[in-house]
């Protein structure tokens, strides 16, 4: 088993609907998640973190985190094409590591 | 405030070379990590340090080293390249709180091919 898993997917999401990521870690001990949003040719940028369970809102983004599943997601509302890219969720389990799932590649279709 | 820096941009070597990457990172922040991205194993924790020293280090071969200057600059070596080690270098930078966030900003990353 995979310590953090996404559907690789290709997801593809019309443009104004909600895009849903979904993120599953095995490490019970991980105290903090990530989401990094990743464009073709470039580096990952950090977009959410959340530490709590629940949800935490900025802007047109929600993460969520159910540490019991040991589940995190990521909505995307209003989905625009430049949110088209590759979503990258990352786990904290301690010791300043991040640990990385293969992401899943989204794209908004206008 | 600026952001993470990485040189160069774009290395191409030969098997056998060695390579040496650069990172410098965001004004304050003390700890840098390093990370290895390719297309079929994603993005993999090499190493980091925080106060000139290795605090934790990914599944890597000792063919991959670093070091870390009084600065917080951070300097990546690997020696003795293989094909394999094809990849986009990524350096991530962060304040290493006490909290449980680590909130990690990554440069723009080398991209080393092996010829």
């Known amino acids: 088993q995979k310590e953090v898993e996404q559907n690789s997917g290709p997801l593809s999401v019309p443009e104004g609907a909600i895009a849903s990521l979904n993120c599953t870690y095995s490490d019970r001990g991980s105290q903090s998640f990530f989401w990094y949003r990743q464009y073709s040719g470039k580096s990952p940028e950090l977009i959410m973190f959340i530490y709590s369970n629940g949800d935490k809102e900025d802007g047109r983004f929600t993460a969520q985190l159910n540490k019991a599943s040991q589940y995190v997601s990521l909505l995307i509302r209003d989905s625009q094409p430049s949110d088209s890219a590759t979503y990258l969720c990352?786990?904290?389990?301690?010791?300043?590591?991040?640990?990385f799932g293969q992401g899943t590649r989204l794209t908004i279709n206008p | 405030k600026a952001g993470v820096t990485q040189t160069p941009r774009y290395l191409i070597k030969t098997r056998g070379q060695q390579v040496t990457l650069s990172c410098s990172p965001i004004?304050?922040?003390?700890?840098v990590s390093w990370y290895q991205q390719t297309p079929g194993q994603g993005l993999q924790f090499l190493f980091e340090y925080f106060s000139e020293t290795q605090r934790n280090k990914g599944n890597f071969p000792g063919r991959f080293s670093g070091r870390q200057f009084s600065n917080s600059r951070s300097e990546m070596n690997v020696s003795t390249l293989e094909l394999g080690d094809s990849a986009l270098y990524l350096c991530?930078?962060?304040?290493?709180?006490?909290?449980?966030?680590?909130?990690?900003?990554f440069g723009p990353g080398t991209r080393l091919t092996v010829l």
């Open positions: 004004s304050g922040h003390r700890s």
């Open positions: 991530a930078s962060s304040q290493r709180t006490s909290g449980s966030s680590n909130e990690q900003f």
């Open positions: 990352a786990v904290y389990p301690g010791a300043q590591k991040l640990v």
